[in-house]
C-alpha cells in the first residue's frame, strides 16, 4: 500500500503563474491535497506562456500550465460575487495552509487577508508571496520572475564581458523560489504541529532568492568586489567552457579541474602531444594560457558527435555532458531511468507530458494524481467532494455566475 | 521551528545549503568534516583574498547556524562515534558519490539499522540510480546535463551559465524540502527514510517547462542574449539604460500584453513612436507575427524603438515610471546596487553576524522567509575548521577529557 506522505495536508491555493503554482506543485506530489482557485476572466498568465502543445497558443495548451499544476484540484471562482466569497470562506475553513502570490493588497481588498481568515479558521498557516515582500516602499512593485531576477543581481552576472548581460534564462527567480516557499509552508506547519498555532508568512521572491548569489554577495560586503561577466570561465577549472560539437549550433560542456582531467581530455581530443606542451602543463599554465587553449580544444570538439565525445571523457573519469535542449533531454537515458517524465491521461491530448518529482523518497514515493484540470473540469469535484455541497447549493452557484 | 532536531551535516559543496536551510528553521545542525576541514573551504572567493580554510566566502555563504565537528570517518573509531551521533539524529544529510558511504559502513541502510526513524537525505549530481549516476560533473556540465545552459546567452557565442555556481544550490534548496516531507511523514509513522536527489532533475526546472517541447510538439526554442528564439520570433527582454540596463517583459497575450501596450503608450507620449505604432494589438500581437499578418521587420522596428526610449533614460527613471505606471520594468542591479536596496534596507533584511576573529562583523543575506510567529532569528557565523569538536563529544556523545584528549591525539578529531 503506497502511503502520501502529506496525505493530511490541505491547502488553498491562490498562486498563480509560475513560482506559487511550482511550490504546491512539490507538494501535490506527496499528497498534499491542494485546491487552486483561478478565474477565467483574469487569466492566469501561465496559461499563454510557451511551450503550447502543437505549438498552439491557448489557455489550454500550455505546456507550462500543465507541468505546473498537474495533480491539484482547480475551482473556477469569482472572488468579487458574494456567492463565491463564501465558496472561498468555505474552502477557509477546510484548509490548513492558504497559499497566494498577488500583488501586496490584492488580497485585503478581496476580503481575503490574514486578519479576516484567521477569524474564520484560527489554526491557519498563510503564506504569501510576491516580488519584494509584503511591505517596504518598493512593496508595490509586481510583475515576473524576470523583473526579479534582474532586480536582485542575477540578470547582470549572465554573459560575456564585452557584451550586455545575457541573464540566466528568462524568470530566473520562478525557479530559484519555489523550494523556499515550499519550505516555508512546512516549516509553519510543523509549527502548528508543536504549538496548535498558526501564522503568517511573508516571503520575498527577491529576499529568498538572494540565497543563491551568496558568495557574490559576501565576496562585495568582506572584500569590497562587485562580480562581474566572465562568460563561461570559472575561478578553479581551467580549460571550462562550452564548446563546438557536429551539427549546427551543438554544444559540449567541459570542466577540467585536475591535470588528470586535463591528459583524459588530450587522449579524448587525440592531442596527447598537448600534456607535453609546458603553456599547459599546470593549471597555473593553462589559465595564463586560457584564450590560445580555449581555441585549440574548440577546433579538435568541432567535428566530434556531442554525445559520444561526452561519453568518452566520462570513461576517463572528465566531467563532460552534451549540452542539452528538449529533443536530447526527452531522450536522456539518465532521466528516463529516474522516471523524470509521466504522459498523464489529459482529456484534449489524449497525453500530456510533464515533469516528476525532482527527488525520490525511497518509502513514500511521488504520486501524480492526474493532469492539470481543463477549465471547471474539477468544479464538480471541488464542491461536492472538498466542501459537501448537495446539488441545489451547486445548481445555484452555477446560476449566479461565480463560476467563472 | 525546527529546534527539537538535530541533523547530522556530511555534506560537501553540493549540499551545504540544505543544512543551513535547516538550521535557519531552529535546527541543530553538526557540519561533520574530515580532519582538516571540509574540502568546500578551499573554493573562492576568500575573504581578503587569502586562501585559507576558515575564509572560504562559499564556506560562509552556506553554513551559517552549522557548528563543526571534524571527525576521521574512514576510520573505526571515527565511525563508530558518527554511529552513536547517528542514533539520536533526526536528519543525516550527505552528498558523497552514490555509495560512497556505504563503502565506510555509513549508507542509509546501515543508519537505519541504528535508526529506523532517521530521515537520510542524499544529494548527488545525478541521482542514486540509472546508467550515469557515477558520472563525473561540476556546475556547468549539470547545467549542460538538466537543461538551463542551451537558453541562455547570445545567439553568435556557446551557451554560457552564470559565473555564480548555481545546479547544487538547486539540489541542496530541494533537498531541504524533501527532508522536511519525510519529517512530516515520520510525525505520524514514526519511521524514517531514504531521501536521493539529483540535481540534474532539480536544475531542470529552470527551463521553464521548455524541457518539455518535444514532448507536447512545440519547437525547441533557442538562445538569445536577454531572451529567447522562439521559432521565427526573437524575443528580448533586457534593453540598454543610460546608465547599464533593464528588464522588461516585453512580451504579449491577454495577460502580459496590456503592460505591452501600457508601455508603448507612455512611449508615445514622450515622442518615441506615432498613434499606429501604440496602437497594435498587443494582446494578439504574437499571433499576428506568426500568421505574417504583422512582418518580422516590424518587430524588429518595434523593439528599436523600445531600446531607442529605454537608451535616452536612467534605470531609476524607469523604475518610477514602472511604479506609478504599473509598467514590467526592472532595474538590472549589479551586486553593489543590491547591497545598497532602500527596499531591503527598509525590511532590514541583511543580518551582520560578528566573526571575533576577525575583530569585525560581516553583512549576510537575512532570513528567506518572514514567520510572524516564529521568526528565522539571525544565527550564529559560519563555524571554523572543528571549533564545536570538544563540546560536540562531551555533550552529545558525554565523553570525559580523557577520552577527548585521547581521540584529539589519535587524530580522529
Known sequence: VSTRALADVRILDFMWVMAGPAATRMLADYGA????????????????????????????????????????????????????????LDLVRWADVVTESFAPGRMRALRLDYETLRRVNPRLVMVSTCLMGQTGPRAGFAGYGNLAAAISGFSNLGGWPDRAPAGPFSAYTDYVSPRFLALAILAALEHRRQTGEGQYVDCS??????????????????????????????????????????????????????????????????RPELTRDPRFASAEARRTNESALETLVAAATAPRDRHALAAELQARGVPAYAVQNSPDLVRDPQLLARGHFHQLDHPTYGAAPVEGSRFVLSRTPAVIEGPAPTYGAANEYVLRDVLGYDDEHITALVASGALT | ???????????????????????????????????????????????????????????????????????????????????????????????????????????????????????????????????????????????????????????????????????YLHAAADAAVAAL?????????????????????????????????????????????????????????????????????????????????????????????????????????????????????????????????????TKAELLEAALARGLLIAPVAAIDEVLASPQLAARDYWQDLPHPELGRSVRYPGAFARFAASPIRPGRRPPTVGEHSDEILRDALGLDDAARARLRAEGIT
Not at chain 2, 552513536?84 to 558523497?96: D, G, P
Not at chain 2, 505520524?188 to 514532448?215: E, F, N, P
Not at chain 2, 516585453?250 to 495577460?255: E, K, P
Request: charged fraction near 20%.
Open chain 2, 1 to 167: 521551528m525546527l529546534e527539537p532536531y538535530r541533523v547530522l551535516d556530511l555534506t560537501n559543496e553540493r549540499g551545504l545549503l540544505c543544512g543551513q536551510l535547516l538550521g535557519d528553521l531552529g535546527a541543530d545542525v553538526i557540519q561533520v568534516e574530515p580532519p582538516g576541514g571540509s574540502r568546500a573551504r578551499r573554493l573562492g572567493p576568500f575573504a581578503g583574498d587569502v586562501p585559507h580554510p576558515d575564509r572560504s566566502l562559499y564556506w560562509w555563504a552556506y553554513t551559517r547556524n552549522k557548528r563543526s565537528l571534524t571527525l576521521d570517518v574512514g576510520r573505526p573509531a571515527g565511525r563508530d562515534l558518527l554511529m552513536q551521533l547517528a542514533r539520536t539524529a533526526h536528519f543525516v544529510i550527505e552528498s558523497e558519490d552514490p555509495g560512497a558511504l556505504a563503502r565506510h559502513g555509513l549508507g542509509y541502510d546501515d543508519l537505519a539499522a541504528v535508526n529506523p526513524a532517521l530521515v537520510y537525505v542524499s544529494i548527488t549530481p545525478f541521482g542514486q540510480s540509472g546508467p550515469r549516476a557515477g558520472w563525473a560533473a561540476s556546475d556547468l556540465v549539470l547545467w549542460a546535463a538538466g537543461g538551463p545552459l542551451v537558453l541562455t546567452g547570445d545567439s553568435d557565442r556557446p551557451p554560457v551559465r552564470l559565473p555564480i555556481p548555481q545546479a
Open chain 2, 181 to 313: 516531507i519525510a519529517h512530516h511523514e515520520r510525525a505520524g509513522s514514526g519511521r524514517g527514510q531514504h531521501v536521493d536527489v539529483s540535481a540534474q532533475q532539480s536544475v531542470a526546472l529552470a527551463t521553464q517547462s521548455y524541457i518539455l517541447c518535444d514532448a507536447v510538439g512545440h519547437p525547441p526554442v533557442r538562445r538569445s542574449a536577454g531572451g529567447l528564439k522562439n521559432g521565427p520570433l526573437h524575443l528580448r527582454l533586457l534593453f540598454p539604460a543610460r546608465d547599464g540596463h533593464v528588464a522588461i517583459t516585453f512580451l504579449f497575450g491577454s495577460a502580459i500584453g496590456p503592460f505591452s501596450r501600457r508601455l508603448m503608450e507612455w512611449i508615445c507620449e514622450e515622442g518615441g513612436c506615432d498613434a499606429a505604432t501604440r496602437d497594435k494589438d498587443w494582446i494578439a500581437y504574437t499571433e499576428a507575427l506568426l500568421s505574417g499578418a504583422e512582418p518580422l521587420a516590424e518587430f524588429e522596428r518595434v523593439k528599436q524603438v523600445v531600446e531607442d526610449f529605454t537608451r535616452a533614460r
Open chain 1, 205 to 270: 521572491q527577491a529576499e529568498c532568492s538572494l540565497h543563491f548569489l551568496g558568495p557574490a554577495l559576501l565576496d562585495y560586503t568582506v572584500n569590497g568586489r562587485v562580480a562581474g561577466r566572465v562568460g563561461n570561465r570559472d575561478r578553479d577549472a581551467v580549460p571550462h567552457g562550452v564548446f563546438p560539437a557536429a551539427g549546427e549550433d551543438q554544444w559540449v560542456a567541459i570542466a577540467v579541474e585536475t591535470d588528470a582531467h586535463w591528459r583524459g581530455l588530450c587522449a579524448v581530443l587525440e
Open chain 1, 33 to 88: 491535497q491542494v485546491v487552486r482557485v483561478e478565474s477565467t476572466r483574469h487569466i492566469d498568465t501561465a496559461r499563454t506562456l510557451a511551450p503550447f502543445h502543437a505549438a498552439t497558443p491557448g489557455p489550454e495548451n500550455s505546456g507550462v500550465f500543465q507541468n505546473l499544476n498537474a495533480g491539484k484540484r482547480m475551482l473556477t471562482l469569482d472572488l468579487r460575487t458574494p456567492e463565491g466569497y463564501g465558496v472561498a
